[in-house]
């Protein structure tokens, strides 16, 4: 039986879902964040579980082929792949974890872990065009003392700070307004918050950008109602980057990891920002939920309107709908579209889109996608879109479907565990008729995949 603290040598045998290696060591399964295919690693046991281990890196006594140094210093590194470097007390950034691959490889890996859940249906992959500076939005928390802050990301599995000056998922625009905040708010001495203390004052910042209009959203996050200084930081940002249009303040006074408060206020500016898909044009306010790669969103909408073969004349219900992306994408090439959400803030987000996209065959329902389903009046030849959070569907929304028999059932996942999961509670009655994994997250092991399922 394995130990913690236990120094092991393993070869790395695949990439499973969350981008960990798996490989053996006398049989016993044992997972190492950061490894590659075909590694050969000197790794310590970090935890031990009944049916696996969890290792880090220690050494890389030979390298795989598919291991590139990473292009970012803030990723998880050895300096010399074959050296005895140990790692143990090195901070890195938690943002990424695949950039010690290629980026073709990143697809191959990702695509296999697909085939292992849907085998023998073939995946089809669609890569991003650009796999560095794709990111719409950036949360970075702030840590350290006042003239002295720090910004960035989590280490792995921690709430400690890996200071960054540059993010290379962020446009160049965008790391240069980061970098101007951090000056004004170590020039003004502006307390950053902390969490062990739950003092201070200033939690995050966050920035949203427009890919399709340029414009930028600014958001501080502040433990207080009061920032002394920010009308002089917003003065001196926005000569400098008249690109930000729209300035707010969340206030957050909660002893909590979350991030937003239940209170916005604007500070500056316009309320909201808009963004394009397409020809939909989304405003997108401070709370708003939008996919983070705007450009792979559209590829991902396209794949789910080519898999229901759209015509004009069919009924569409999305379930969990969030704020209405697919919906509204999708309204102009059917004849009705209804949308199911829990959250009235999405709701509201996508009927003030729907109007302002002059969309009238698109309505939303609040309420919980249990409830709504089993109230509608769903024919046969309807089709369903599905795009849950990662837990999946609901049994009770699986039964709905079950009950009412939709022609088709267009599944969006970002997690291809439970989406297999689903559809073997499905397969009675459904097949998959094909699956698309469209690559939002380059550099990351995260998975957004569309499967479509018609009846057998």
Known sequence: MLKIGQKIK???EKIITGGDGLGHYRCFVVMVPYSAPADVLLVEITSVKRNFARARIISVISPSPYRIIPPCPSHFSLSCLAGRQDTSHRLYCGGCNFQMMGYSNQIKEKASILKDFFAPVKPETIPAADCFRYRNKIQMPLGGTAGKVMMGFYHPQSHKIVDLNNCILQSETANMIIAELRNLVNEYKIQPYNEDRHSGILRHIILRQSAAFGKFMLIFVSKT????????IIKKVVKKFPQITSIHQNINPRETNVILGDRTVKLYGEKTIKEKIGDVIFEISPGSFFQVNTAQAEKLYNVIKDYAELRGNENVIDVYCGSGGISLYLARHCKNIVGIEEAGSAVFDARRNSTLNGIKNASFIRGSADYALSELEIS???????????????????????KHLPEKIIYTSCNPATLARDIKLMSKTYRIAGISMVDIFPQTAHIECVAKLIRC
């Open 380 to 402: 046969k030849d309807s089709i369903v879109i599905l795009d849950p959070p990662r837990i999946g569907c609901s049994q009770a929304v699986i039964n709905s479907l079950m």
């Open 10 to 12: 393993i070869t790395v």
């Open 225 to 232: 109602d009061f920032i002394r200084p920010v009308n002089e």
